[in-house]
């Protein structure tokens, strides 16, 4: 089944030591978006990638970044994580950038922050 | 700015009983509307959505949702609840462009 896939599923990392958290798809879908929920709250769009083209959220921390070396895979670079970075993080994937087009969404990982 | 609310955070129901999960955005203009759920350590899943048409759109699982332009609602709605809906319910509209505006989710409680 075509699917959106990330890795691993529960990350713990220390204070200030850098993360990366992996998302593979096998949709072969051209966007690619990167989440972070917290506890009982909506999803809350970091960024996203239409192909190479890479958009940055408005308040994205300077903290995350992203890389996208292929159609298939995208990583979330946490430089120097702080415990209120603690939260679930959603890669989601859609086929084109279009307001009627359907997101699919990973299962997450859940990041702890000691 | 637009805006997307869930009045209700939390909605306990009995299992066999109708359910209705609320949602209400900021503007009727030129709206797509979406119903995901997210359940238990899972990514979120679409559960239906309005882009024209008819008004009431069928979606996975027995739901279903109203498109009420003049009220600027998009409630959902299920007949008879079963303990495996357990799970958060997320109201999500576009209107621009690509970006979802997310509410703050309703957690559908199955009480036996």
């Known amino acids: 089944d075509a699917m959106v896939i990330q890795n691993p599923r529960y990350q713990v990392t220390q204070f200030g030591k850098p993360v990366t958290l992996s998302c593979s798809q096998t949709l072969n879908h051209n966007v690619m978006y990167w989440y972070q929920q917290k506890s009982s709250q909506a999803p809350k769009l970091l960024f996203h990638y239409y192909d190479k083209d890479f958009n940055n959220e408005a308040d994205t921390p300077d903290n995350f970044q992203s890389r996208r070396p292929n159609t298939s895979f995208c990583f979330l670079d946490i430089r120097s994580p702080g415990l209120g970075d603690a939260a679930m993080y959603l890669c989601a994937t859609s086929r084109v950038k279009g307001r009627d087009d359907e997101q699919f969404f990973g299962p997450g990982t859940r990041l702890t922050v000691l | 700015a637009q805006s997307v609310t869930q009045l209700d955070s939390q909605v306990p129901v009995f299992e066999e009983a109708p359910v209705e999960l609320r949602c209400n955005y900021s503007s009727s203009v030129s709206v797509y509307l979406f119903w995901y759920v997210q359940y238990p350590n899972q990514g979120l899943q679409l559960l239906l959505k309005y882009l024209s048409g008819s008004t009431l759109v069928k979606g996975i699982n027995g739901f279903e949702a109203e498109f009420n332009k003049s009220q600027t609602s998009f409630h959902l709605r299920k007949p008879s609840v079963h303990i495996s809906d357990t799970a958060e319910y997320f109201c999500?509209?576009?209107?621009?462009?690509?970006?979802?505006?997310w509410g703050a989710g309703t957690k559908l409680i199955i009480k036996p």
């Open positions: 999500a509209v576009s209107w621009s462009n690509y970006q979802l505006i």
